[in-house]
Every structure is written in structure tokens, then in C-alpha cells.
């Protein structure tokens, strides 16, 4: 927990972003405009010229209202301020390949909008859900800490014993249901726990992203060998992955890369939002697709451990270039010498080389003479073949059409926002074997956007035709794929 004595506070009032945003003459704006294009919507990045556009929008009312002077500068001088090192509002940079800047919100601003957000009066404010939230916490934390084996299967039969109560209760028709105030209490608890979670993923980005800055200054800065820049960086790199934050963030992507994970939150979104209590507080639309937002902040987190890692290899290459051309400049610089010398040597000695030495080789040690063997060929006339061959089998070569294969896709994708390969190919056999299963999985890599779960493996099989023409079933067993829309 921070402490927040007067110097403390100080700092942050200097230093933070967040407090300088709120400082700022302009507050109401900035506030205003950046949740209604990056946080409402779940904008990761947006360019420069639509960032500039949206802003010019918000200006002309504005404009309209206090004058002309309110606000003179263009829309892109406010977005290239705000971005600046003093500010630090907005993140401006250049994704590889382009030469248009792109935008996003720092992990600070968002803290700055949430507490804005929270000073608003709320009509409903749950107390139940969040006391039976902590409550739950505090069992899994005593359950999750026990070491010892007979009170952990006291309190699992205590459980069992509460759930087999309950079904007598159910089945005997007494069916408590939750009134319009608990679910109201609950799902607000949850539309607050969800915006929470996509704020958190900014900030596990962020901290990414300032690793793979250091990296890049200690490379630019570097002058020792590769083995220890490249033993200090994936050390630093293991310490983040391993840290407390790091392996939560890699269960929750686990748990959320699961299809059947996102299926059943999808249904139970569906289910929430359709009950009357709920829809009285009028959720947010896209409430009904958060857990994709999740996915995508997600991806975000992991597009940038990904460019920290082409950062090591691009060092690498550099390296190995570096070195090749260090060794062409020396190998050069010899043979330049050598031409300078050639017309008019030195005087005395010059250079030094190893004394000159006979080989000797004995009569004896050398091999016998041994004679090449000549094959011998025996007169044979030849045969001819057999003239009653189908020459048909040159031209039955196993095609795959990949075309198909992708509409197939395509298709799934349509119905469901993530397929995995088993469900393909149960919809639709494998008709060329093996060969078919690795034009799926070619696909995977080049077409579409896909995962693969390395912790669980699927079966997938096929029909075949024996040596004998009787029909038998091959299987081949490989980690889940997932394809994804």
C-alpha cells in the first residue's frame, strides 16, 4: 500500500500524468474526448489523421459556444501536445511499415477518466455482491492454503453435503430464485469488474513496452559481446514473465483462450442481459461482447512481447553483419599493405615466418598399388515389359483444394466466432488424409488468425484404404488449433 505522506504526494502532483491531467485548464475536454473515442468504443490504437478528425468534431462545438479563441490551435498541434514527454496523455509512435503516427491512451490517463467516472452519482449502489465477493476471496484464500489433507476433505464433504441439501430442496419445488435488487447488485458488480479488467491490460502493456525500450538503449548503448547483453536482457525478460503480475496475466490468456470458455461467458452474457432487472439499468451494449474486448486488449500484450523478441533477433543480425564486415576490412587492409610493398620493399626484416621443413615420406609408408575392379557385365538381352499397364495411374495424383478448405472456414466463422480444427473436420471429413490435415494447418499460419493450445492435445482421424483395398481408420494426434475470427 502507498503511502501517502506529504512527499509523496508532492511527487505525484509534479510528476504523475494523471494529476497533471487533472490540473490542466483543459481537463474537460481532454476527459471527455479520449473516453468517447478510446475507452467507450475499446480503441487499442487509432491514426493520426482520424485521432485529428474526431478532435476537430469536439473543437467545432465548442468553438461554437466559447469563441473562436477558446481553442486556436489545429486539432493535430492539441493531439501532438497532449502526446508530449511533459504531458503524457496520449503515446504517439510509428508501427513498422508506415510512415503515419498512431495514437493510444498511457495507463495513466485511463486511471484518471475511471476516478472521473466514479465521482458521478450512482442510482444503484450494491453492497451484497461485492461483501459476498470478499467473502469467497477469504474462503479460497483459507481452502487454497491448507496443507493438511483431512481438513481439506472436511470442508470439501461440507460442500457436498450444502449442494446435495440444495438439489433435495430444488426437487422438492422450493426453488429460491435472486429479486430484481441482487441482480441488480451483481451484474453492476460485474460491468465494474470488466471495464476494471480492460484498464489493467493497458497497464500490463505498458509494462511490456518500457522493457522492450530498455532493451533498445542498452543495444544502441551496448559494447560488450552478444552472450552477456543477451543473458542480461532474458533475465530481466524471465524476471517480468515470472513475476506475480506476469503469471496472472498468462492464466487469465489461458483461461480465456479456451473456445469452450468463451462460449459458455457468451451464453451467460446473453442470459444476464435478457433478464428485466438488468435491462432497467440499461448496460452498456457492448457489454455483450466484453470478453472479445478482453481478447483484444489481450492481443495487444502479446504483439508486444513479440516485438521485443524481433528486437533480439534483429541485434543478432546486426552483430553477425558487424563482425563479417569487420573481418572483409581487415582481410582488405592486409592486402592493401601488401600491393604497397610490392614495387618497393623494406629494408631488413620485415616480417617473420615459421622456418621451412621437408616432409619425408618413406618408400615403405606408401600405399600398394591396388587395381581398379572392372565390372563384369553379363550378355543379356532384355525383356520386354508388360504392355497391358494402365498408363492412367501416372496422372491419379492426390490434389488438395485448399479453396474449399478456406469456404470451410470461412463458413464455421460465420456461426461461431472461434473453431477449432476437430469441429472442422467432424463438419466435414478429411478426404485426402494427411495431406488434407496439413492444408489446414498451412492455412492456419498464412490465411487466417489462429492459435494453438500446446497443454491440450486432440485426436483427429480419417478413413483410408488398405494395401487390399478394405477400408481402415488412421488417427493423428497433435495440440488443439483454434481458428479465429
Not at 491490460?201 to 522493457?211: A, K, M, Q, T
Not at 522492450?212 to 538503449?217: K, Q, W, Y
Not at 543379356?380 to 490434389?399: C, K, R, T, Y
Amino acid at each position: 500500500m502507498v503511502n501517502l505522506d506529504f512527499a509523496t504526494l508532492e511527487a505525484l502532483r509534479t510528476h504523475h500524468p494523471a494529476w497533471r491531467l487533472l490540473r490542466s485548464d483543459h481537463a474537460t475536454l481532454i476527459a471527455s474526448f479520449l473516453h468517447r473515442v478510446f475507452i467507450v468504443p475499446n480503441a487499442r490504437v487509432m491514426a493520426a489523421a482520424d485521432l485529428a478528425e474526431a478532435l476537430e468534431d469536439e473543437l467545432y462545438p465548442v468553438r461554437q459556444q466559447l469563441g473562436e479563441s477558446a481553442f486556436p490551435k489545429p486539432a493535430s498541434d492539441y493531439l501532438n501536445d497532449w502526446a508530449a514527454p511533459d504531458k503524457g496523455w496520449l503515446r504517439k509512435f510509428y508501427r513498422p511499415g508506415t510512415d503515419e503516427a498512431q495514437f493510444d491512451l498511457t495507463p495513466a490517463t485511463e486511471k484518471a477518466i475511471a476516478w472521473l467516472a466514479q465521482l458521478s452519482e450512482r442510482q444503484f449502489v450494491g453492497t451484497e455482491s461485492r461483501l459476498l465477493m470478499l467473502f469467497e476471496l477469504l474462503k479460497q484464500l483459507d481452502q487454497g492454503s491448507e496443507p493438511d489433507p483431512a481438513r481439506r476433505i472436511a470442508e470439501l464433504q461440507r460442500q457436498r453435503d450444502a449442494i446435495d441439501a440444495e438439489i433435495g430442496r430444488v426437487l422438492g419445488g422450493d426453488v429460491p430464485l435472486l429479486d430484481d435488487t441482487a441482480l441488480k447488485d451483481r451484474f453492476q458488480q460485474f460491468a465494474q469488474g470488466a471495464r476494471e479488467l480492460l484498464s489493467d491490460f493497458r497497464e500490463v502493456e505498458h509494462n511490456f513496452r518500457l522493457l522492450d525500450r530498455r532493451v533498445r538503449e542498452r543495444i544502441a548503448l551496448w559494447e560488450g559481446g552478444k552472450g552477456a547483453l543477451l543473458e542480461e536482457i532474458m533475465s530481466e525478460r524471465d524476471a517480468i514473465a515470472d513475476s506475480d503480475q506476469g503469471k496472472s496475466f498468462r492464466a487469465f490468456w489461458d483461461f480465456l483462450l479456451s473456445s469452450r470458455r468463451q462460449e459458455e461467458l457468451s451464453a451467460l452474457l446473453e442470459r444476464a442481459l435478457s433478464l428485466p432487472a438488468v435491462s432497467d439499468l440499461q448496460p452498456d451494449e457492448r457489454m455483450r461482447r466484453v470478453h472479445y474486448d478482453w481478447m483484444e486488449a489481450g492481443e495487444h500484450a502479446q504483439r508486444t512481447v513479440a516485438a521485443l523478441s524481433q528486437q533480439l533477433r534483429r541485434f543478432l543480425d546486426d552483430q553477425a553483419w558487424l563482425e563479417n564486415r569487420r573481418i572483409m576490412d581487415i582481410l582488405h587492409g592486409i592486402e592493401g599493405k601488401a600491393l604497397a610493398l610490392r614495387e618497393a620493399p623494406p629494408a631488413g626484416d620485415f616480417m617473420e615466418i615459421a622456418e621451412a621443413g621437408a616432409t619425408i615420406e618413406l618408400a615403405m609408408e606408401r600405399p600398394l598399388f591396388a587395381p581398379a575392379l572392372r565390372p563384369a557385365i553379363a550378355e543379356l538381352a532384355p525383356l520386354p515389359g508388360d504392355e497391358d499397364i494402365d498408363p492412367s495411374a501416372l496422372f491419379d495424383q492426390v490434389v488438395v483444394d485448399k479453396a474449399r478448405l478456406a469456404r470451410h472456414i470461412r463458413h464455421a466463422l460465420q456461426e461461431k466466432a472461434q473453431v477449432s480444427l476437430r469441429e472442422l473436420v467432424a463438419a466435414q471429413p478429411l478426404q485426402h488424409g494427411l495431406a488434407e490435415l496439413l492444408a489446414y494447418l498451412q492455412l492456419g499460419s498464412e490465411t487466417f488468425s489462429s492459435a494453438v493450445d500446446e497443454d491440450r492435445s486432440e485426436p483427429i482421424a480419417w478413413q483410408a484404404l488398405a494395401a487390399d483395398g478394405s477400408q481402415l481408420t488412421r488417427s493423428a494426434r497433435l495440440p488443439r488449433v483454434i481458428f479465429m475470427r
